[in-house]
Each structure stands twice: as C-alpha cells, then as structure tokens.
C-alpha cells in the first residue's frame, strides 16, 4: 500500500515556483492563498497519513515508498524515496503543524513589509526541504534537505538584504554551516566506502553486525563527523556563532527556521543515525559532553543579553543542547520529546516577542519595554505560558521533556552532566523570567508615541502610535501554540507520575529495533523500562523536585533582581569585573574566532590566494601571453606593407620553398 | 623532334622573365603583362605534356587557361582605368591603400 507521501513535499514547492517566479504581479491576498493553502494542505495530508500510520501493521514499519533511481554511479545508487517510522512522522506533524502557524503569523506580521511574495515563496521552499530532509529514505537525499534549508535560511535572514548586518549575518550562518556540513559529508563518503550505500535500511541493517566499539574506530569516526555536521546546523559548540546573528531575519522567520524546525535537523540527525551511535560509545559520548556544554555556555550568555530576539536566540542554542544532551545518553526518545515541546514553546516565545516587536514598531531592546503587560494582554498570557513551561514548571509541557532528559542523563550514570544540566536549568529560568519581567512589568520605558522609529528590524513605524496590541491573525497562531505549549507535555508523562510514557514507547521501535540483537550494553540508559521499581520511582521524584526547585530559583533570582529591586543590575553591572564582562560580551567568541581563523584567513587569502597566485601567476600568464601575441604581431605587422611587389615577393619566395621541397622530397 | 626537356627549360626561363617583371617593374601595365607571360608560360608546359603524352586534356587546359587570361585582362584593364582616372598614376608603389 502506498501512502503516496511524494504529495507532502511538493505542496509547498508547487506554492513556492508560483509564488517565486509570478507572485510580483499577484495582490498580497492571492499570495496567500497559495502559500498557505499549499501549507494548510501539506498539514491535512500529514494528519491523514499519521492516522493510516497507526493503523499500520507492525511489520509494515518504517513504511518506505521507493519512486525512482537518481542516479547511479558504479555499484552505487541512490533513489528518491520516503522513509516514514515513528520518528519522521513526529516531525513530519511539527514541521507541517507549526510551519502552518508561522505561516499565518507571518501574514500579520509582514504586512507592512516590501517583497511580500518574495518572503512566501522562501518560507514554502524551507518546508519543501525540510520536508525532503525529515522524509527522505537515503542520507544522500536528506543532505539535499539538509543543504536546502540551510539555503533557505540564508535567503531568510538576508531578507532585508539592504541592510549590511542582514547581509551578513546571512552569509555567516551559510559559511558556518558549510564548516559543518563538511564533516557530515565525510561520514556519508564513510558510509558509501565501506557500506555501498546510504539506504537508511540497508545502511541500519549492515551496521547491525557490527559489535560495539570499545575504542575508537570507524564507527566513532563516522558518528563524531555526523556530529560535527549537526553541530553546525543545530548550533552547538563550536559553531554555534551564526545562530544569534540569526536574529537579523524577519522574526518569524526566526521562530520557524531557528528555532522550531531547521535547527532541529541536526538532533533528528543524530536520532535518525542511533544504530551507528550506539555502537560507537565514544562518539555517543562526545554528543553528551557537547550538548551538555552548550546548554550551560548558552544559557550564561544569555543572561547579559539585552536584545529580546539575543535571549531567545541563546535560548535556542542552549536548548538544542539539552536535546544532544538527552541523545547523548542513549535516550534519543527525550531528545525528540524536548525537540517537540521546544517546537511549540520557542516558536511560541519568538512569536509573541515578534508580536511585542511589532507592536512597539520594531523595538527589539529590552530596555526600552517595561509595562506591556496592560498595552498588549494576549500577547502576555501567551508569553507568560512560554516563560513558565521553559523555566520548567510542572504541568506544562517543557517539564516534561527536559526532566525526562535531566532523569535518564542521572540514570546513564553521568552525573556531573545532570549537575550541569540542572545548573543550566536555574540560569535558563532566571533569564526566562528576567525578560518577562523586564518586558511586561513595571514602567514603560519605551520613547513615547511618535518618536519611535528606531527600525531595528527593517520594521518601518506605519503610523505608529504607541505600544499596541497585534491583529488577530498574529494573535490565534499564538494562542494555539500556548494551548500547545500547555498540554503537548502530556503525551510523555513519565511512569513515576502515574502516566505511562506513551511517547517514548511510541518511538522505542526506532531506537531500539537495532539494538535488541547487540550486547545491549547501551540498554542500561534506559531504566524507565522493566526495572522501574519501588525505589527508581521515588528517586525519579527526589529529581523531579530538584529540577523545579532550580527553576523557582531562579524565578525569584530574576523577580528580586528585575521587579523587586530593579535598580540593583544597574549598580552591579558597574562594581562588575572582568567576568561580568566577559559573559556580556559573549565570552568574545566572534572575537577570537575572528581572530585565531578569520583573520589568518583572510590575510592567507589576500596575500597569497588573491596576490600571489590569482594576480602573478594566473593574470600573469594570462597577461604575458596577450602582450607576446601582441609583441609578436608588432613585428609582423610590418609584412602588411601594402607593397603589391613586396606581396608578390613574398608569394614568389613561399613557392620557392614549396618547390624545393618538392623537388628534394624527389630526389630521396 | 625537339625533346621535352626544352620546352620545359623555356617554359621555366620565361615563367621567370615574368616573375622578374612582376617583381622589379612598377608600371602596372608592366606588371599585367608580366603575369600574361608566366599564364602563356604555363600553357606552353602545358601543351608540351599533352603532346608527349598524347592526352588531350592538357591541349584543353590551355583553353581554359586562354579564357581565364582574357577575362581578366578585361577587368583587369577596366581596374587599371578606374585607378587611373582616381589617382592619375600607374606607379604601384603610389597605390597603396592596402598599407596597416
């Protein structure tokens, strides 16, 4: 039976080539209609298939749809085809699902903005790659998406192209990625050298026969590339610089593609790759280690961060952290848990600060809001259900996953990653609560009414009378992401609170269809399951208690700090030293990039590449033999003296040789 | 019977007067008789072959080579007028347009 899944992807390229190439000509509702309807439908087929999924036959799953053959090459082929277990149809409903409400937001938001259709055309080609990503049933045809998304998100933050930080912010994240990608495609020429292929079932059953790793081989050395390449496109240390300036794009843009979906792509990566990762230990590791860190570096930085779309931004990055955290002890099923909730309460937090952007004419510094809580109430209930299920506050849904990652990294047994974690836990509280309270509580501090044409983000003041509440189209997709950011949790309660954990077993055939047939070794990072006893449930609890007491922590670190004494970060950040400073700037991270490889670069490349080779050696063979030809035909010009006689000479002179030649190839 | 070898000796000695002439006179009247006399060279090789081969082809060469020759002494001399009346010279070192 075929589900005909080819359908999903192709809806919103349809609506991306009509609205890319003749959208210039068509009214803003026409180029809505196309963008989202193609998007509405993609979402309607993907409920459909997810209902014929579960009526699938166990031995039916993954349900893989082949088409064609792309392209053959010696004993190698690659085809298009689709892939669908129990972890592409998760994303493939997030992807769809909160790509439908962005879409809608965004018809509020950029209302006022030039290149309208330009913007649709990009937002529904970013679906169609991301789509071909999360679908495709070979790694060569999710490096297509892979590689597509990251075009598309380069398109989108150097949408206002005008502008030089845009620019290159754009040219930053695709230069960052390309570091990444790198490495991915040296696991995937890995693959295709000692597996012949890159079918993920061929690829999984091969890998199968492998035993795990105990030291490092070539299973760790294709898991740490994969890592790096999904350190690159989801953010984490080292190359997670491109994700801040990020920011630049329409702020939409930023919820959907940095935040929700695209930088996901690197956890489902890893996720999708669990047989090689959970033969390779050391590789398995190193996700953890990394994940772990970025959660915490994130997560600090994010603390100084004035800038309402920096915080989220360092939000994201230290998030996404969290995810490889949970990936990295085995427990892929957290990991894509946190990978929902995040969907729903990031996309949810970048929506409603682009709401309080909108409304404040394009404000983005916090330190100008203050007091919006009474000139925009939706927008605050909303952000007040975001900042509390981020902060990690039981029921809702963030709690959940993040907890659930915090237990199983405990339960692997590495526990100074779960001290960290939680760590990372309070501080991500505090600078949660830190914005809400800087945002919606005590005055306004904004400039008054007409002087605000600040125009941070490109975002023209259209008569632009003082803070104001968005319009409906931008309010409902907000709505719905709140309900969602509430209750999405609820799907993964874990067993210690009387739930059952219907998520993580909703996925376990993915995770642990490879692994039944191996030692088992890794198996121990999963004690939810059969040995969840008397005692494992109580201890679960004790942590459970420990991860909200980090968040109220650091909820009343941040109401002491910005609401009860909210002249007190004024005065500390004067008697600051150098580590204030430090974290404020970022750790200066750009800066050392800049200058330990940018730098050397760019003078490597000038001095050598552009000076050396390009202007001497290439321009100068191709100038040198320019000026002999000419040198050379100066001297033969003088044969055109326009002298018949001297024409008729030379005739009579080359007959002369013609003939002698003749005469003595005779006379041999 | 004269043998070949003389015909084609004088063939070549006056094949040469013509290239001579062509080389060294700058009247162009000149110069168009001397290349009259390097066809007329040819044709007399010509018409040698063709009697010591027996092969009446070369004897319908000539022909051709006649017509050719009076052809162009037609245009030829019709050119030779045209520059004339515009340049009011013969000198073909003076008619030199053709120059770089």
């Known amino acids: 039976m075929s589900l005909h899944l080819w359908i999903i992807p192709l809806l919103p390229l349809t609506g991306a080539a009509i609205n890319g190439l003749l959208g210039k000509r068509f009214p803003k509702a026409l180029v809505n209609t196309i963008a989202l309807g193609s998007t509405a439908l993609a979402f309607a087929y993907a409920l459909w298939v997810a209902v014929q999924f579960v009526g699938l036959p166990a031995d039916q799953i993954p349900h893989i749809e082949r088409y064609a053959t792309w392209m053959t090459a010696g004993t190698f082929s690659a085809e298009y085809g689709i892939y669908l277990d129990q972890l592409s149809l998760v994303m493939l409903l997030v992807v769809t699902g909160v790509g439908f409400l962005i879409h809608i937001y965004s018809v509020g938001y950029m209302e006022h903005e030039g290149g309208y259709y330009r913007y649709f055309a990009y937002l529904n080609i970013f679906m169609f790659f991301m789509l071909t990503l999360i679908l495709a049933n070979n790694y060569l045809l999710m490096f297509v998406g892979w590689e597509g998304v990251g075009l598309a998100s380069y398109l989108l933050i150097g949408f206002w192209f005008l502008k030089d930080s845009a620019a290159n912010a754009g040219k930053k994240a695709f230069i960052t990625n390309r570091v990444g990608d790198f490495g991915f495609l040296i696991a995937l020429f890995l693959l295709i050298k000692h597996f012949g292929t890159l079918q993920y079932d061929t690829v999984f059953r091969a890998i199968s026969a492998y035993p795990v790793e105990a030291s490092a081989g070539l299973l760790t050395a294709i898991g740490l590339l994969m890592m790096v390449g999904a350190s ?437 | 019977m004269v043998p070949l070898s003389y015909y084609l000796v004088l063939s070549a000695i006056l094949f040469a007067c013509g290239v001579a002439g062509f080389l060294i006179k700058r009247n162009i009247i000149t110069i168009f008789m001397s290349i009259e006399l390097m066809l007329n060279a040819v044709n007399l090789t010509f018409v040698a072959f063709a009697a010591e081969l027996r092969a009446l082809s070369g004897n319908v060469f000539v022909f051709f080579v006649m017509v050719v020759a009076a052809a162009e002494a037609a245009v030829g001399l019709a050119i030779i007028i045209s520059v004339f009346r515009t340049r009011e010279t013969l000198n073909v070192d003076r008619i030199n347009l053709l120059k770089l």
């Open chain 1, 232 to 668: 690159g496109k989801s953010a984490q240390i080292p190359l997670y610089v491109w994700l801040p300036d990020a920011m630049e794009g329409p702020t939409p843009v930023s919820a959907l593609i940095h935040a929700a979906t695209m930088v996901t792509a690197g956890v489902y990566m890893v996720a999708r790759s669990n047989p090689v990762f959970n033969r390779a230990p050391i590789a398995l590791m190193a996700v953890a280690v990394i994940g772990t860190l970025t959660a915490i570096f994130a997560a600090s930085i994010g603390i100084l961060q004035t800038d309402i779309k920096k915080v989220l931004a360092y939000s994201t990055v230290s998030q996404l952290g969290y995810m490889f955290m949970g990936c990295g002890v085995a427990a892929y099923g957290a990991g894509i848990f946190h990978l929902m909730t995040h969907a729903f309460f990031k996309a949810l937090l970048f929506l409603s600060a682009g709401a309080i952007i909108h409304g404040l004419g394009g404000e983005q510094d916090m330190r100008r809001m203050g007091g919006l809580r009474k000139y925009m109430p939706k927008t605050f209930w909303c952000m007040t259900v975001a900042t509390f299920t981020i902060a990690g506050f039981p029921p809702l849904a963030a709690f959940f996953s993040k907890d659930e990652i915090l237990w199983k990294t405990w339960a692997s047994g590495n526990h100074l990653l779960w001290l960290i974690g939680v760590i990372a836990a309070a501080m991500t509280s505090f600078y949660m609560f830190r914005l809400w309270f800087m945002t919606f509580f005590g005055e306004y501090r904004g400039a008054p009414a007409e002087d605000s044409q600040h125009g941070h983000n490109g975002h023209d003041a259209h008569g632009h009378a003082g803070p104001h509440e968005s319009p409906m189209v931008m309010i409902v997709p907000l709505m719905i992401l709140a309900v969602l950011s509430f209750v999405g949790g609820w799907v993964g309660i874990p067993a210690a609170l009387g739930g059952s954990d219907r998520f993580d077993r909703f996925l376990d055939p993915v995770f642990h269809s490879t692994v039944e047939s191996a030692q088992g070794a890794e198996t121990a990072a999963l004690p939810a399951e059969g040995r969840a006893d008397h005692e494992e449930t109580s201890t679960e609890l004790l942590f459970m208690g420990i991860s909200v007491a980090a968040a109220a922590l650091g909820f009343v670190g941040a109401w002491f700090l910005y609401y009860k004494r909210a002249d007190l970060p004024a005065k500390m950040a004067e008697s600051a030293g150098g580590l204030y400073r430090l974290v404020h700037d970022k750790y200066r991270v750009d800066e050392l990039y800049g200058a330990t490889i940018i730098q050397p670069i760019i003078l490597a490349s000038t001095n050598i590449l552009w000076k050396g080779i390009d202007s001497a050696i290439i321009d100068g063979a191709v100038d040198g033999s320019a000026a002999g030809a000419q040198d050379v035909s100066d001297g033969l010009r003088h044969m055109q003296s326009g002298n018949i006689r001297s024409y008729a000479g030379w005739v009579a002179f080359g007959a002369a040789i013609v003939i002698a030649f003749m005469v003595w190839k005779g006379v041999r």
